[in-house]
């Protein structure tokens, strides 16, 4: 079994580091594990540094300016091998939690979109009232 702790899938964190926590447990004994960051082997352990860990063993990952993906691969010592693949991002910066947040893109577009046709509206309506008003002088 493999537990991971400290970031959960497309989840958005406002900080420049989180602590990422795995833990292995299983009947025989683990044999290896291996955490990969965008594709990139980021630390691995082999049977006795689990061992020595007792299973526990932990990883920090660094701000981004874009998602990242996490891979998390362990094998034990019967063969059988357990990954889990997960992506967030990780930044502090709120320009870049802005330009990611679909949704928010998308209401902002709406509301500058609705402040344009009111603003054209209530232009066209002051000068339907000028001129009115002119023509009855």
Do not use: C
Not at 59 to 78: F, R, Y
Not at 105 to 114: N, P, R, S
């Amino acid at each position: 079994e493999m537990i991971i702790s400290g970031v959960e899938p497309d989840t958005r964190y406002v900080e420049n580091q989180r602590t990422v926590t795995m833990l292995l447990e299983d009947n025989i004994g683990m044999k290896g594990l291996s955490v990969f960051l965008d594709g990139r082997l980021a630390e691995s352990w082999d049977e006795e540094a689990l061992a020595e860990a007792a299973g526990n063993v932990t990883i920090d990952i660094g701000s981004s300016h874009d998602w990242q993906e996490l891979q998390v691969v362990a094998s034990d010592k019967a063969g059988n091998r357990t990954e889990q693949k997960m992506r967030f991002l990780l930044t502090s910066n709120l320009w870049i939690q802005y330009i990611h947040n679909g949704p928010l893109l998308i209401a902002t577009g709406i509301g500058v979109a609705a402040l344009l046709i009111l603003g054209i509206f209530l232009s066209g309506s002051r000068r339907k009232k000028k001129k009115g008003g002119e023509e009855k002088a």
